[in-house]
Structure formats: C-alpha cells, structure tokens
T-cell receptor
Framework: AQKVTQAQTEISVVEKEDVTLDCVYE???????LFWYKQPPSGELVFLIR??????QNEISGRYSWNFQKSTSSFNFTITASQVVDSAVYFC?????????????FGRGTSLIVHP | DTGVSQNPRHKITKRGQNVTFRCDPI?????LYWYRQTLGQGPEFLTY????????KSRLLSDRFSAERPKGSFSTLEIQRTEQGDSAMYLC????????????FGQGTRLTVV
C-alpha cells in the first residue's frame, strides 16, 4: 500500500519568510514518482513538479525548491521569500505503477497562509 | 481553453436522485482519471481510463458509481441513488498516453446532496 503523510495541516507565515512544507511517503515499489500540486482558492489543482525515484537531485525553480531524500522517504518543498499569492493548499502525491500508469496518491495537504 | 473541462461546475441534488458529471480531457490525452475530494482532505482516486478501457477502480467506487469513456474522449461519472455522504468535489484529470507525465486537473464538479 502506498501512503503520503503531510503532517503540517496549516502553516501561517508573514510575507518574505521562507517556509518548508514536509512530505513523507511509504511505498514498496522500487520505481515510483513524486509530485507536488498547488490548489489555490479557485480550486483547480496546479502541477508544480514531478520527480522519479532514481533522481535524488534537488531542484530549484525560482523561489521554489525541492529536497528529495530517499533515505528518509521525504520530498520536502521550500518556498523562499513567500508572497501573499503563495497562499494555497499544497499537496504532495506519490505515483505507483498501476494499470500501466503511475496513478497519484495524494496526501491530505498543507494549507499555507501568507500574511502581508 | 485547451485545459480539462468539467460540467457542471456545481450540482445540488436531493438524496436518492441520480446525477451524471462530464469530463472533457485535454485533446489527445489518452489517460483520464477521476478523483473525489472532501473538505480538508486530499483528492482520493476513484478510477482510471486508458483510452476507452477502464483499467483501475478504487474500492471507494461502490456499486452506485459508474464511469464510462465510450470513445476514448470525454468521460462521464454517474452516481445512482445519491447519499449525503456523496457530497464532495469530483475532479477529473488527464495525461498523455506515453511515458510518465503529470496529470492535469479540471476545476471539478461540486456535488451537494440535500
């Protein structure tokens, strides 16, 4: 069985603070994929990043960065210099192979509130 | 708009009634997924199509739920004899049929059963 745990239910920060969203996963698969999605108040899930289990390189995209550590089964997401527009619910997801596709299993999400 | 389209956006129905939702995936995306999301929770997988074939179904998909994708393009999700516990956001997503890519989500259909 696959499982994604996002222990932080809600995080509140003031604009320009850095914030890290934690994600811990469980899987018996040797090949799997990890994803982060953003769900703004409008409701539509927006894809942010995909990582496969063989690529532990950290990635940076503008103010966003991701730290994948297979040894601790974690895939954490950091927003540097947060902005009010970053306020949203962020979901970590784990994709295991099923039916020919890596179907994402989502965590419960972390609600990020950035205050001006 | 070339994104995933879902209709209707909102549906209010009385308990016991049947409802049907439609999803139009991104053109040429072979894979289509249905998820359900309740308040404060992450999306829960319901079912997955590769073209017109339904390849995976979650145990969450009870006998009252049925999904189709007759020509491998749009998909419908029907809930029969709705219950209050069916109230949720129903999300559809699609992805290309080759390789591993992310799923692109629609804006969802919010169902309220009264």
């Amino acid at each position: 069985a696959q499982k994604v745990t996002q222990a932080q239910t809600e995080i509140s920060v003031v604009e320009k603070e850095d914030v890290t969203l934690d994600c811990v996963y469980e899987t018996r698969d040797t090949t799997y994929y990890l994803f982060w999605y953003k769900q703004p108040p409008s409701g539509e899930l927006v894809f942010l990043i995909r990582r496969n289990s063989f690529d532990e390189q950290n990635e940076i995209s503008g103010r966003y960065s991701w730290n994948f550590q297979k040894s601790t089964s974690s895939f954490n997401f950091t927003i540097t210099a947060s902005q009010v527009v970053d306020s949203a619910v962020y979901f970590c997801a784990l994709g295991g192979l099923s039916g020919g596709s890596y179907i994402p299993t989502f965590g419960r999400g972390t609600s990020l509130i950035v205050h001006p | 708009d070339t994104g995933v389209s879902q209709n209707p956006r909102h549906k209010i129905t009385k308990r016991g009634q049947n409802v049907t939702f439609r999803c139009d995936p991104i053109s040429e995306h072979n894979r289509l997924y249905w998820y359900r999301q309740t308040l404060g929770q992450g999306p829960e997988f319901l079912t997955y199509f590769q073209n017109e074939a339904q390849l995976e179904k979650s145990r969450l998909l009870s006998d009252r739920f049925s999904a189709e994708r007759p020509k491998g393009s749009f998909s419908t999700l029907e809930i029969q004899r709705t219950e209050q516990g069916d109230s949720a956001m129903y999300l559809c997503a699609s992805s290309p049929g080759t390789g591993v890519t992310e799923a692109f989500f629609g804006q969802g259909t919010r169902l309220t059963v009264v």
